[in-house]
């Protein structure tokens, strides 16, 4: 069974500053993808960036940007240029693999405050 | 991107009754919906798998009696929850996914906040 961690349950950055979150995730599977969703105080999750395992170079998204290290099981989100709006809380999650059935497994999350 | 629609976006019923959620694709056809339960800042718990046509696929630990899920029709999906106790209140949120150009991609509704009094 897959599992996914992300260790920072609460993290905060300056407006115009970068912050980096983490998530490292088990899997035997060899083929699979990894997403960072985002929600706010809305609560509709948003897509933020995907991620396909097969492929080394990291997804980028404008200010958004992964770092996957497939062999170390990790897949940490760059916000650079941070804006109020991006005050939220973000879940990283792994899909597909063998029977890929379309459901996402979810990280516990972390709540990201930007400070003006 | 593509368009979930979840109805209602709150609701608050008495304890013992049911209350049923309805999750639509406005704009493509979702062969596979996937219902979750997330409690307050917490993480998105997967509760069951539909596919159009099919009975729902529970997670372990889900009460498939108390939880009835219907995929009748490629965009639309229900989720009923029966003769619901306060245990019940959470914030419920469904997702769908399509065939082909849509790959793996798991679009969202709204969520719907229920609270059972």
């Given at each position: 069974a897959q599992t996914v961690t992300q260790s920072q349950p609460e993290m905060s950055v300056q407006e115009a500053e970068t912050v980096t979150l983490s998530c490292t995730y088990d899997t035997s599977e060899n083929n699979y993808y990894l997403f960072w969703y985002k929600q706010p105080p809305s609560r509709q999750m948003i897509l933020v960036i995907r991620q396909e395992a097969y492929k080394q170079q990291n997804a980028t998204e404008n200010r958004f940007s992964v770092n996957f290290q497939k062999a170390a099981?990790?897949?940490?989100?760059?916000?650079?240029?941070?804006?109020?709006?991006?005050?939220?809380?973000?879940?990283?999650?792994?899909?597909?693999?063998?029977?890929?059935?379309?459901k996402l497994i979810f990280g516990q999350g972390t709540t990201l405050q930007v400070k003006p | 991107g593509a368009v979930v629609s979840q109805h209602p976006s709150w609701v608050i019923c008495k304890s013992g009754t049911s209350v049923k959620i309805e999750c639509r694709s406005l704009d493509f056809q979702a062969t596979t919906m996937f219902w979750y339960r997330q409690f307050p800042k917490q993480s998105l718990m997967l509760m069951a798998t539909s596919n159009e046509g099919s009975k729902a696929t529970y997670e372990q630990g889900v009460e498939k009696d108390k939880f009835l899920i219907n995929h009748a029709s490629l965009t639309?999906?229900?989720?009923?929850?029966?003769?619901?106790?306060?245990?019940?209140?959470?914030?419920?949120?469904?997702?769908?996914?399509?065939?082909?150009?849509?790959?793996?991609?798991?679009?969202?509704?709204?969520?719907?906040?229920?609270?059972?009094?």
């Open positions: 099981k990790s897949f940490s989100l760059k916000i650079s240029d941070s804006q109020l709006g991006d005050t939220a809380m973000y879940f990283c999650a792994f899909g597909g693999g063998s029977g890929n059935t379309g | 639309l999906s229900t989720l009923t929850v029966t003769s619901a106790h306060p245990e019940d209140s959470s914030f419920y949120i469904c997702s769908a996914r399509g065939p082909g150009q849509w790959g793996t991609e798991a679009f969202f509704g709204q969520g719907t906040r229920l609270t059972v009094v």
